[in-house]
Each structure stands twice: as structure tokens, then as C-alpha cells.
């Protein structure tokens, strides 16, 4: 028969299903389990390495409601019959004892504890709840802090549950909403937008710089930022071979999450090459486009860039070396630059932009285009600015009426250069075309008076 538990106590009985029950938002991990999952088809090793999972779950849970009165964090006390005073449980008593996480799944202490629990048999223990309850909501909030580390709880249900999805038992889609069921922070992390700010750097990569430019959007450079993606996980595809009862071999297709790898400038082209978008943000501009603008700029002297050369120093790139670098990527998705008379050798690598240049010419606001900066004096331009002139007259021939909606850069090129051609002139790049366009760009708001 269990004790009667004093005024402003709970026993620990009760104390645990309370923390079990709060601590999964008020939903069993055990019963959800077995309503949702079907075992049917699955290779028994599988089977088995879920099942042993789930019961250490349990476990986990169990030993870190022990761990509290271990550590003194919570006293458990005991009333002995006819007694008026309450008796501490020591808290060394919890790690000699066997099995004293028994003690929270009944009402009264039995044998089999051994060492000083012998003294405790048929007893009722409980706690104030003037300790229990601060402990609990600190538990509770704690688990919902994405700064703290996770209770061993809350790590083997997370552990749990991407186990799952790797064995194809559930999908990245239901992981989740398990999660959510039960107060988990979503598996699939990323940090604050607050912690990398691109803003905040002083020079960009050849990535972020292109970002910026097709998009003028902060979140858009966060996206490739490498230390923001290094910090963010995301559900990819996984399949991997297991042996089944018989010997033979077994494959097993999931989800796993992952680091996401470091975005590059070459990526980017390659995802708009295949027809898909190189940015989750609206883009003003084709990658190739962009890629054209920077080594435009870079090499007119109006963007300068730093790199590591082939010494491994750190080395400004000279504009009159730009018409010979071309882009390439290495195994780890990184951009290198690499001279166009020999592409297997590596000249740049970690290539820099320093972003006030960037915005200097790229500013924030899209239907704005400032001037550009004068080029340095010992370069001649007279021949470019009437190259880039002719240009701006052949749109407004071409197009009078503006670039029709759906017109491929293609189909533009090839019209202008004709237009040169007809006329005695070389053709032109598509470089020259998006300047020619910013031109007449940066003219229509400065007459329309927009600043």
C-alpha cells in the first residue's frame, strides 16, 4: 500500500509520467511509433536495429530523470509510517543502488535495490514540488533553446527519428512532423539570418558577387555565404546495402541529413545550363550574364580582386589578366581560376571582391544602375566607349520599343552583332550588350528624374 505523500509533494511515480508526459508536449514516442510504423517488407536487421532504438529511448529517458537526484539538482524523501519527519534518499545512493529508476515506475520501493535501499522497502518516495516544478519548465524550455545543448533525451529521440528516415521507415516529410508533434526544433537546421550577415563582410566571393548581381537581395548572397551553408542541414536522398538472413545483399533507400556543401559560381552556371534555378530569389539576370559583368569590370580595372596565387601568398589579380582566366571548379564544389591557353593549371584560387566596389556599382535597388567608375588613365578607352556607343544605338534601332518579353540573350546577340556588320563594325560580346543596356538604363531614370 503506498504512503500517503504530505502536502506540496508528488510522488515520484507521478513526478516521472509528468516529465515524460511534458517532455514530448504531452504525447507518447512509444504509441505514436506503433500506430504509425508497419514493419512489412523490412529486412530483419532493420527491424531489429529500430526496435533496440526505440527501447533505448526509454532508457535514456529514465536515466535522465535518475541523473537529477543523482546529481542534487532534486532531493527525493520518504515518510516512514507513523513518522512526522521526511527522510532524504542520499544521493550517492542512486549510483550504488541497482535499478533504482524502478522506484518511478511504481508507487513503492521493492527489493532487489540492495545497499541502503534495503531500508526503504514498501516506502512511497516523492518530491517538493518546490523543486520539481522550476526544474521542469528549465527542462522543458531548455529543449526549444536552438543554443543549447540538447538533453540526451531530446538526442536520442532526434537520433531516433533520422535513423528512421536513413532506413526508409519514414520519410524526411513525416520525421519531421513527428518533431514538431512532439516540441522538437525541426531536424533540418539552419542558423538565424542575424549571425551571417554578408552586409557585415568586407569582400565576397565570385559567387556571392554574381549572387548579389542577378538578385539584389541580402538573403540571396546569405544563401552561398560558405559559413552559413556549413552550418545548415538539409534531407538528401541516401542508399546504402545491408546483408540480409540469407547472405544476401540488401538495398535500402532513405533520407539522411547532411552538411550542405559549399556553393561556387561554376555550380551556379551549371544549375542554369540544365534548366534550373540558380537562386530561390527572383533574379534580374542570367548567371552567365553576371559572370560576364565581373569580368567585364575586373577587367576594365574598375573591380579589383585578391586571391591565393600558385605560392599559396595572398595576391592582387591584374586587370590586364582577366582576358585569360577562366573558371573552374575543384572535387569540393570551390572556384578556381585557371589561365585559357592551359586549363589544367591552377593560377587563383579563394578569388575576393571587396563589397563596398560591388555596390558601388551594383547598387541595392535594381532599377538603378550608377555610372561607372572612370578606368584608370593609362588604359585607353576611346575605341571601347565608341564600341559600347554603337551598341546603344543598335538597341534603340533594333528594339525601339524595348527588349520583348521572352527574348533569348541568344536571339539578342545575334541581332546586334548583325547590326554591327552591316555597318562595317566587329561584333561585340554579350558583356558590351548588358553595359550598353545599363547605359541606357542609367539615361532613362536620370531623365525621369529618379535618384
Known sequence: MADLIPEGCISLHMAYAQFASELWEGHSPLNDFCERLTY????????????????????VVLEEFRRAFASGMLSALVRPRGSAENFVIPEDSWASAFFPERAFLSEEIVHGHAGYWNNLLGR????????????????????????????????????????????GLLSSVDAEAFASKWGLLPLATRPADGDHDPMTQSHWT????????????????????????????????????????????IEIEGEELTT????????????????????????????????????????????????????????????DQWPYLVLATDRFGGDYLCSSYDPLEKCYERVTLRRADLL????????????????????????????????????????????????AVKQRLDRINAWHVERGNTPVSFSTILRALERISSHQVTSTGVN
Open 206 to 249: 565570385m559567387c556571392m558577387a554574381a549572387t548579389w548581381i542577378m538578385c539584389r537581395e541580402v538573403g540571396a548572397v546569405r544563401e552561398v555565404m560558405d559559413g552559413y551553408r556549413k552550418n545548415c542541414s538539409i534531407w538528401t536522398s541516401v542508399s546504402h546495402r545491408i546483408r540480409g538472413d540469407g547472405g544476401q545483399i
Open 124 to 167: 512511497t518516495p516523492f518530491v517538493r514540488r518546490s523543486e520539481f516544478d522550476p526544474w521542469l519548465v528549465h527542462k522543458i524550455s531548455r529543449k526549444r533553446d536552438a543554443k543549447a545543448i540538447p538533453s540526451p533525451a531530446v538526442q536520442s529521440l532526434r537520433s531516433h527519428l533520422t535513423e528512421l528516415a536513413a532506413d
Open 40 to 59: 512489412t517488407g523490412s529486412p530483419r536487421a532493420v527491424v531489429e536495429r529500430c526496435k533496440a532504438s526505440l527501447a533505448a529511448l526509454t532508457d
Open 260 to 319: 550542405r556543401r559549399n556553393s561556387s559560381l561554376f555550380e551556379l552556371g551549371l544549375l542554369e545550363a540544365v534548366g534550373e534555378k540558380p537562386s530561390s530569389y527572383p533574379t534580374t539576370t542570367s548567371v552567365k550574364d553576371a559572370e560576364g559583368l565581373l569580368w567585364d569590370h575586373l577587367g576594365n580595372g574598375h573591380l579589383a580582386a585578391s586571391a591565393l596565387g600558385r605560392s599559396g601568398e595572398i595576391e592582387s589579380i591584374s586587370a
Open 360 to 407: 558601388a556599382i551594383w547598387p541595392s535597388n535594381p532599377t538603378f544602375v550608377s555610372e561607372l567608375p572612370p578606368a584608370p588613365e593609362r588604359r585607353p578607352t576611346r575605341q571601347r566607349d565608341g564600341k559600347l556607343q554603337a551598341t546603344v544605338d543598335a538597341l534603340k534601332e533594333c528594339y525601339p520599343n524595348g527588349l520583348p518579353k521572352g527574348l
